[in-house]
């Protein structure tokens, strides 16, 4: 009975860790260029024939220029995508961002992906934060050059309180690496204003004027 027990606790501890594995799956053969026209629906984005691949599957130009990517008039930041179809599957993704003097890219995390960031210009103050109940500060001003790393799925951020224009290269352990933003998380969303207020041990008045601020045209 007692054995019996044990190897039914061994087995769920097995299956357990298997399942726990956050990461994108391993990648079965050598690359899987995105054919983005493909109707077939995968974890990920549908491989055009390998015979078809180029150098220019592989490649993408003008990381080294400010701006290109989506605007955040509201934080003072815009993200390039560094769209490369040969890295579909394997578990990467990578993106410019820069960041206005004053600009904030405010506290968010990335539930699947780790991530790095090299400053390219400017300088930052950039950190993160553990999880509770430490909630523990690692933050550090950047310069140009200065890599730092975020563990996966810890809140973090970035603040350019300089005065020059700041730019990092992000690269994330994920395809797909997802985005929360605590603000919009609590704000933009629709949890009940006085559920976020008992949550955050404020009033539903000042819960209803914050909320007023993330009602974004
Ligand atoms: C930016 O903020 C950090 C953290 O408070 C501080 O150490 C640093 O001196 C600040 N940089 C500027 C240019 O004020």
């Keep these: 009975m007692a054995a019996a027990t044990l190897l039914l606790v061994l087995t769920v501890v097995a ?5 726990g594995e956050a990461f994108d799956p391993n990648p079965l053969q050598d690359f899987c260029v995105a054919d983005t026209t493909s109707k077939v629906r995968v974890n990920g984005v549908a491989c055009k024939d390998p015979a078809a691949a180029v ?3 592989f490649f993408f130009a003008g990381v080294d220029k400010p701006g290109g990517g989506a ?3 509201w934080y003072g930041f815009s993200a390039l995508t560094v769209q490369i179809p040969g890295l579909n599957t394997l578990g990467e993704s990578h993106a410019r961002v820069d960041v206005a003097p004053g600009g904030v890219f405010p506290p968010h995390y990335h539930p699947r992906a780790a991530e790095t960031a090299l400053v390219l210009e400017g300088s930052v103050y950039f950190g993160f934060v553990s999880s509770y109940p430490d909630n523990r500060l690692f ?3 950047l310069r140009k050059g200065d890599v730092f790393a975020v563990p996966q799925g810890l809140v973090h951020f970035l603040y350019n309180n300089g005065t020059a224009p700041a730019a990092i290269y992000a690269s994330l352990s994920s395809q797909n690496a997802g985005l929360v933003l605590l603000g919009d998380a609590l704000f933009a969303g629709a949890i009940p204003d006085d559920l976020v207020a008992k949550s955050l041990l404020m009033d539903r008045h000042t819960v209803g004027s914050i909320r007023a601020n993330f009602r974004r045209p």
Excluded at 15 to 19: A, D, E, P, T
């Design 15 to 19: 299956l357990g860790s298997g399942h």
């Design 55 to 57: 150098a220019d599957d």
């Design 71 to 73: 605007a955040s008039k």
């Design 139 to 141: 933050a550090k001003v």
